[in-house]
């Protein structure tokens, strides 16, 4: 069963320079109680993607396409449609923990204010929730953390607080953006196991956006790789993993630290970078840092469904391989 259905999501924003395109055309499904990854390097529109799932993109904005969600087109939310949904029916957790806590707030009255705010909870049932959320993620003075300021915790502290603050209304759809990148690599792992373990007893469906493919391949079911606005591939995780379909997510896979040969003299990195925003190179736009570009790349672009849970932006890919060239 879906969750979401995006279609045709255009994002773009208006700047000194002219329009920047930050999504181009993308459209995908998120099944119920189903994990989507999204990779992409810096500048390949993953937050522009999760801002406007969550109707949180700025003025200077053009939006485009559907975003089908519980039976409405989230597009055409107003002010008051967002106020309802947004905090209980879907919630985002941010890469910066402090972006959404406020300094002068205790924690414990920020991670139950959406219960309240939503009726879902008195205070008294709020409390004991948090109490018991942050306990389960691994907090060792849950009461003591409630009373603090945002300042007096950790970050790892901090960002358990915006995590506990996004699933106590258990809300469908979570929407995730690098929300571990800011914590070392142990206090990662812990939240990252205790957001999955969440995902599966709650039967929520999350999209988990992050540059680091390594993070995705130990929480996704699916992974969805972005390049310059698109998606350049769609596919189950285990399949994308083992046969990637198009040389981006090729290159990506590749440069994990996992997969390099320790003896090599060199380690893989992908050639090249992504153009500035605004300028998308004609035809493929991955085509000028391919390693299997051809002639028709540079002008002709083609999205390749293999299956219905699997499509590839890379032409080549129906020949069968483009790592025969
Ligand atoms: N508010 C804005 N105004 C103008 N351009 C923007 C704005 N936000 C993002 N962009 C541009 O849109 C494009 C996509 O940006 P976005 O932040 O979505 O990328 P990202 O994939 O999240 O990158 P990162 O991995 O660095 O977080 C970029 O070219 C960026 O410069
Ligand atoms: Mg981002």
């Known amino acids: 069963m879906k969750r979401l259905e995006v279609r045709g999501l255009q994002i773009g924003f208006q700047t000194d320079q002219g329009w920047i395109p930050a999504v181009r055309d993308l459209s995908f499904d998120l099944?119920?109680?189903?994990?989507?990854?999204?990779a992409g390097e810096s500048g390949s529109g993953k937050s522009a993607l999760a801002l406007a799932l969550m109707g949180l993109l700025p003025s200077n904005t053009q939006v485009r396409g559907k975003v089908l969600f519980q039976g409405g087109d989230l597009l055409q939310n107003n002010a008051?449609?967002?106020?309802?949904?947004?905090?209980?029916?879907?919630?985002?957790?941010?890469?910066?923990?402090?972006?959404?806590?406020?300094?002068?707030?205790?924690?414990?009255?920020?991670?139950?204010?959406?219960?309240?705010i939503h009726g879902l909870a008195n205070p008294k049932q709020a409390r004991e929730q948090a109490l018991a959320c942050l306990a389960e993620m691994g907090i060792s003075d849950p009461k003591t953390m409630l009373q603090q300021?945002?300042?007096?915790?950790?970050?790892?502290?901090?960002?358990r607080a915006v995590i506990a603050m996004a699933v106590l209304a258990k809300p469908d759809l979570l929407i995730a953006d690098e929300p571990t990148t800011a914590?070392?690599?142990?206090?990662?792992?812990?939240?990252?196991?205790?957001?999955?373990k969440w995902i599966r007893a709650s039967g929520a469906s999350l999209v988990f956006i992050s540059h680091d493919v390594g993070v995705l391949s130990e929480m996704a079911d699916q992974l969805m790789v972005m390049y310059l606005g698109q998606g350049v591939e769609r596919g189950s995780l285990v399949e994308v993993l083992k046969r990637p379909h198009h040389p981006y997510t090729d290159g990506l896979l590749r440069s994990l630290p996992a997969m390099q040969d320790r003896n090599a003299k060199h380690f893989y990195s992908l050639a090249g970078h992504v153009p500035p925003g605004g300028s998308i190179p004609s035809g493929c736009s991955f085509h000028p840092r391919c390693p299997a570009v051809q002639d028709l790349c540079r002008t002709t672009e083609q999205m390749l469904e293999i299956n219905q849970e699997r499509w590839t932006a890379c032409m080549r890919a129906k020949e069968g391989s483009w790592k025969s060239s």
Not at 31 to 38: A, R
Not at 80 to 92: P, Q
């Open 183 to 196: 914590l070392d690599v142990t206090t990662q792992r812990e939240v990252l196991i205790w957001m999955q």
């Open 149 to 159: 300021y945002p300042h007096e915790c950790s970050g790892g502290m901090r960002q």
């Open 31 to 38: 099944g119920v109680g189903e994990i989507l990854g999204i």
């Open 80 to 116: 008051e449609s967002w106020r309802k949904i947004r905090g209980s029916k879907m919630a985002m957790i941010f890469q910066d923990p402090m972006s959404s806590l406020h300094p002068y707030l205790r924690i414990g009255d920020q991670i139950i204010e959406p219960l309240l």
